[in-house]
């Protein structure tokens, strides 16, 4: 149990790393100005977590035994996203200056194809999200 345990958590940090550095290379591309880059990515990258865990809010709603009204449900939904993005925000810059160059070596590969896998994970984790939220959310009639 505690192995499978451990086997979860490095997969879900490569699955967080591979989500930043695409969110680096998305940031380096749109960025007007060197220093930009940096908190553009832990805004990118921070959405996208948000994203993700209001898709999870949303499935913990849907269990619930009471009935929520529209109104809680999406102050619940922008409260978690802000205390995602408030709260992590100088943590993830923190952890992206330091691994700065890691994702300078890898974004001079192929510079193409990662723009590409960037904008479909901000694309498919949105539509994904929204997806969720509604298949989740629904009031059977």
Do not use: H
């Not at 969110?23 to 960025?31: D, G, Q, T």
């Not at 992206?96 to 990662?114: A, G, R, V």
């Amino acid at each position: 149990m505690w192995e499978e345990n451990q086997e979860f958590g490095k997969k879900s940090k490569i699955m967080l790393k591979t989500l930043l550095k695409y969110s680096y290379y998305l940031s380096k591309w749109f960025s007007s100005s060197q220093e930009k880059v940096v908190p553009g990515t832990s805004f990118l990258f921070l959405t996208q977590i948000s994203y993700i865990a209001a898709s999870f809010y949303s499935f913990i709603v849907s269990i619930l035994p009471f009935e929520m009204t529209n109104v809680i449900i999406t102050i619940g939904v922008m409260g978690l996203a802000a205390v995602i993005m408030i709260g992590l925000q100088k943590r993830t810059e923190k952890y992206i200056y330091s691994n700065k160059k890691l994702f300078e070596i890898d974004y001079k590969k192929n510079i193409y194809w990662n723009r590409f896998f960037g904008l479909l994970f901000l694309v498919v984790i949105f539509f994904l999200s929204i997806a969720c939220m509604i298949f989740f959310l629904r009031k059977d009639a």
